[in-house]
């Protein structure tokens, strides 16, 4: 069974950074993309990076690029968010994502698709 952890959130204030790593303790035997998507009560779900087999980021949303950076590290089967320049609509619960396509973190999870616990970003002004 995939198993995700987040971790690196916290509060913060606008315009600072802040690092998010997703350690994937068991990963699919088959291709797949991995990425990051975030939540906000009452907003759904927003699909924020994603990266494919092959490593190339294929995926970052409007509202972060520029100002995000998707890496990994595949002999810590890690995967990194870098956020800089932080803004209070940043505030969110960000989550580590494993799904067949980078379509699916972007859209929308289904449930056969992977998923941490989530961590939490609170950006202040």
């Known amino acids: 069974q995939v198993q995700l952890v987040e971790s690196g959130g916290g509060p913060v204030q606008a315009g600072a950074s802040l690092r998010l790593a997703c350690k994937a303790i068991v990963l699919p035997s088959e291709g797949y993309a991995i990425g990051w998507f975030r939540q906000v009560p009452g907003k759904g779900h927003e699909g924020v990076s994603c990266?494919?087999?092959?490593?190339?980021?294929?995926y970052y949303s409007d509202a972060v690029r520029g100002r995000f950076t998707t890496a990994r590290d595949d002999a810590e089967n890690t995967i990194f968010l870098d956020m800089d320049n932080l803004k209070q609509e940043d505030t969110a619960t960000y989550f580590c994502?494993?799904?067949?396509?980078?379509?699916?973190?972007?859209?929308?999870?289904?449930?056969?698709?992977?998923w941490g616990q989530g961590t939490r970003v609170t950006v202040s002004s």
């Open positions: 990266i494919t087999t092959g490593g190339g980021v294929a």
């Open positions: 994502a494993i799904a067949t396509q980078c379509a699916v973190i972007r859209r929308g999870l289904r449930p056969r698709d992977f």
